[in-house]
């Protein structure tokens, strides 16, 4: 189920040139401004609250998992060079699932990693508030990484429908409409990390149970989807 | 294998040239001026989809809509109450509504430019008789032009409502024309940016996703520092802040000189000193992005 050498090409898509540096400033921006923070509002454990879960679960991890998950088979549908990919004697669920592979891997190391020094930073880890967001920002890969990469092979605007999601129902939708917070991947994930932290200071509007289902299910929908659409892929003209 | 052929053809009378027929274009030659403004219209056009396919005028269009329709709401709202006042200054409204906004300079940024890079298409442009000064200054053009569309047709729907609802005319119309030149700044300071990331890369997508995230990112660290430092009870602190995105810069030129309640927290916007500074940093940040963008494009090609 694991291709090596596909696995290496999406690499270095995602990461060759110069892409590793967008990647990279957006993890680099929330330590700068976690140092800023420290250095102006000294340790908080509310402050480190609203900053990991307003800043790096809420924008960071969606912003990466769009990048990461869509540009792991967007741009190679989009200038048809996948089909050099397809003609070789691989399973097309086989390439989905390695490209979704090396999607989770890049967004936790991205988002996750930085979250988890973040929190360090913060306020050293008090009430267990850097791990538990780190445990929301490693779930939350996962299913960002597995929504996107459908997403991917569902359209050519994946990148603008992706941050729709993120930014406009996450956020907005979330904030205005407390039905909307049950199907939001980051809701389930503060779930999760509601269960590590000892306080009360993560919380979720989704109880764990329904959480882990719902996590669980849009990851292999999404996964098995992405392979079907993979199989019967019509490559699309320049517009 | 080269094999030496004797000479084709004996030299002497027999080898002459033939005139097939071609013939000089003597027509009207339109020139650079002619160039750039095609190049400027077809731009804004592009903008919006029109002149291309049906599925790419789709989001702009929907972003176009998503736009008007709180307005449309508001106006309805404000003729039925008879309310006194508008429920939303004409300066707020692109304030609340910078998501959208974000969305349209990153979907049509790179639409403007990558696609250029991307088929190579720049070589021949610059085969016109057109300078880089001119492509830079077309697309700069169409794209704010694009973005002052989308930010202005809101305010004027709030505006033909408001006098319809028959609000207080001068009010509304010195309220109107605030928003005009604010929306006017955000336009020219979101193109510059879309534009400049956008043109780094010749993948569209990427172009989508960095200048999104420019934008947010950075209004996202800015609004958290500040609501830090407002809780801190340094107001000093939250106007300086300010400074480092976008959209805090343009309301806070427009609490300082346009007459605009600040979206800050605490309420508090820069005063007349501070606001020189943001009106300076505004325009030096255009100056920057049409500098950087003559600067990407001395070079054609990647």
Redesign the interface.
């Known amino acids: 189920m694991y291709d090596p050498t596909v696995a290496r090409l999406t690499y270095r898509a995602l990461l060759g040139r110069?892409?590793a540096l967008?990647l990279g400033?957006?993890p680099l921006?929330l330590l700068v401004?976690s140092v800023?923070?420290r250095a102006?509002?000294g340790a908080d454990d509310q402050?480190t609250a609203?900053?990991l879960g307003?800043?790096a679960l809420?924008?960071?991890v969606p912003?990466i998992g769009?990048?990461a998950g869509?540009?792991a088979i967007?741009?190679e549908i989009?200038?048809g060079s996948v089909v050099y990919l397809l003609s070789k004697p691989v399973k097309r669920p086989t390439i989905i699932f390695t490209k979704l592979i090396v999607a989770i891997a890049v967004t936790m190391v991205f988002s996750a990693v930085p979250t988890l020094i973040a929190g360090l930073v913060l306020n050293g880890n008090g009430q267990q508030i850097a791990v538990a967001y780190t445990v929301a920002a490693l779930v939350a890969s996962i299913a960002y990484a597995a929504v996107f990469l459908l997403l991917g092979t569902v359209s050519?605007?994946?990148?603008?429908f992706g941050?729709?999601y993120a930014?406009?129902w996450e956020?907005?939708f979330g904030s205005l409409v407390p039905g909307a917070r049950t199907l939001s991947v980051q809701q389930w994930s503060l779930a999760v990390a509601h269960k590590v932290s000892d306080g009360q200071l993560v919380t979720s509007d989704v109880g764990l149970p329904t959480a882990t289902v719902l996590l669980a299910a849009v990851t292999v929908l999404a996964t098995w989807y992405a392979g079907q659409r993979l199989r019967s892929l019509t490559l699309a003209g320049e517009? | 294998m080269a094999v030496e052929h004797p000479a084709a053809a004996p030299p002497g009378d027999q080898s002459r040239i033939h005139n097939i027929g071609y013939r000089s274009y003597d027509g009207p030659r339109l020139g650079r001026a002619y160039a750039r403004r095609s190049l400027y219209s077809q731009s804004l056009r592009g903008a919006y989809g029109l002149g291309r396919s049906a599925k790419s005028k789709v989001l702009p269009m929907l972003l176009f809509v998503v736009m008007c329709v709180p307005a449309a709401i508001m106006v309805a709202v404000a003729v039925a109450t008879k309310a006194n006042d508008l429920p939303l200054d004409y300066t707020r409204y692109a304030i609340v509504m910078q998501a959208v906004i974000s969305l349209y300079v990153a979907s049509q940024a790179p639409q403007s430019v990558s696609r250029d890079l991307r088929f190579k298409t720049v070589p021949l442009y610059f085969s016109r008789p057109i300078e880089t000064a001119d492509y830079v200054r077309a697309k700069y053009a169409a794209l704010a032009s694009a973005l002052f569309v989308l930010t202005a047709a809101p305010l004027l729907v709030l505006y033909v409502g408001a006098l319809l609802a028959k609000l207080d005319f001068a009010d509304q119309t010195e309220g109107f024309a605030q928003g005009l030149v604010s929306v006017a700044l955000l336009s020219l300071l979101f193109a510059g940016i879309g534009l400049v990331v956008a043109s780094v890369t010749p993948r569209r997508g990427f172009g989508i996703a960095a200048v999104i995230a420019v934008l947010t990112i950075s209004y996202g660290a800015v609004s958290t520092l500040q609501a830090i430092a407002d809780v801190q009870d340094s107001s000093g602190a939250v106007v300086w802040i300010g400074l480092f995105s976008p959209i805090t810069l343009v309301d806070g030129v427009q609490s300082a000189f346009l007459g605009a309640a600040s979206a800050f927290p605490g309420g508090t916007g820069p005063g007349t000193g501070e606001g020189v500074v943001y009106v300076l940093v505004a325009l030096g940040l255009i100056a920057a992005a049409h500098g950087l963008l003559m600067r990407r494009y001395k070079k054609v090609g990647l």
């Open positions: 110069r892409r967008i400033a957006l921006l401004i800023a923070v102006l509002a402050t609203d900053v307003g800043l809420a924008t960071m912003i769009v990048i869509t540009g967007g741009p989009d200038d050519r605007h994946a990148v603008v941050l729709v930014l406009v956020a907005l517009e």
